[in-house]
């Protein structure tokens, strides 16, 4: 398979037409045609349904479409990475993480590159740990922001100067939110929002242990992944979130609140990035200053 016919099979699949496909590429139809029987018989699968008025993909075109997806922005991002590997650093650096108010430190970084380079430009991506570590085993990613539960000794990493504190998010008006501090038995019976990543039952789970092996006998009513949504849920009478502490806005106009765990729970926050992975220039840059500011690990 050649990346060229990887792209138009990927155009195909955007458009959804031979026609379409081919005037974005500005190709022949007959061309594109040609190129697609042609890797449909390399493959031996057929890729495509043809419709009356629009192709669609069959399983087998699915599975395509994501490994291209993929082979396509890495060759992508090699090359752009090569581009910028002058004297002059240039180029883009890939950064995932979960909410957290320590992305405020990934933050003053780059503000301190871009005033000496501003050819640099950064791309976050937000998602769980789970997403966050796929990407970047598959370098996708030069760098993620994970949270103390996760196993990261596969990993370089370096500690940020910061914990985040797990606690209740809940409405004003729960008869919670006359306490200052939320205590396990305040938890029995009541409806949790739990995030996915946080409970997943582990060696090194912190935030588990916290639950003296009760976390089963609560009540979980719903699970996240990312706190945006959960806070619809606890607006909405739901239940109570257990999250990390300055996600949600509880400010003097939200109806939402805050309490901490008691006794206290933090989550250390790190930087990682693969050990065997080569980087840009740019990202190199990232890791010296990361490096400067916090130290080594």
């Not at 990543?197 to 912190?206: D, F, H, L, Y």
């Not at 607006?235 to 300055?246: F, R, V």
Request: hydrophobic share 40%; net charge positive.
């Amino acid at each position: 398979m050649e990346i060229r016919v990887l792209k138009y099979f990927l155009a195909v699949a955007r458009e959804g037409s031979i026609t379409a496909a081919a005037n974005a590429l500005h190709l022949t139809q007959p061309t594109l045609t040609r190129q697609m029987q042609d890797l449909e018989y390399e493959l031996k699968q057929k890729l495509f349904v043809r419709g009356k008025y629009k192709i669609t993909l069959t399983d087998e075109g699915m599975l395509l479409k994501d490994r291209a997806e993929e082979i396509v922005e890495m060759v992508n991002k090699t090359k752009r990475d090569i581009i910028s590997s002058g004297v002059d650093v240039r180029g883009e650096v890939y950064i995932g993480g979960g909410e957290t108010d320590a992305m405020r430190y990934v933050a003053d970084v780059i503000k301190e590159i871009r005033s000496t380079h501003p050819n640099i430009t950064f791309h976050l991506y937000s998602g769980n740990a789970e997403d966050v570590m796929e990407k970047l085993d598959k370098k996708f990613l030069d760098f993620g922001l994970l949270v103390q539960h996760t196993d990261i000794s596969k990993y370089n990493s370096i500690a940020l100067p910061v914990t985040d504190v797990w606690g209740v998010l809940m409405r004003k008006d729960s008869p919670l939110a006359q306490y200052k501090t939320i205590r396990l038995e305040n938890l029995k019976g009541l409806p949790l929002i739990n995030s996915r990543q946080a409970i997943k039952k582990s060696s090194n789970n912190e935030f588990l242990k916290w639950f003296h092996g009760q976390f089963d006998n609560l009540k979980t009513v719903a699970t996240y992944n990312l706190i945006y949504n959960a806070a619809i849920m606890v607006k909405s009478g739901i239940g109570y979130a257990i999250t990390l502490d300055k996600l949600a806005d509880t400010s003097d106009k939200s109806p939402l609140c805050f309490r901490p765990l008691e006794p206290k729970s933090e989550a250390k926050l790190n930087i990682v990035w693969n050990k065997s992975s080569l980087r840009s220039s740019a990202a190199n840059l990232f890791l010296e200053k990361l490096q400067e500011k916090f130290g080594h690990q």
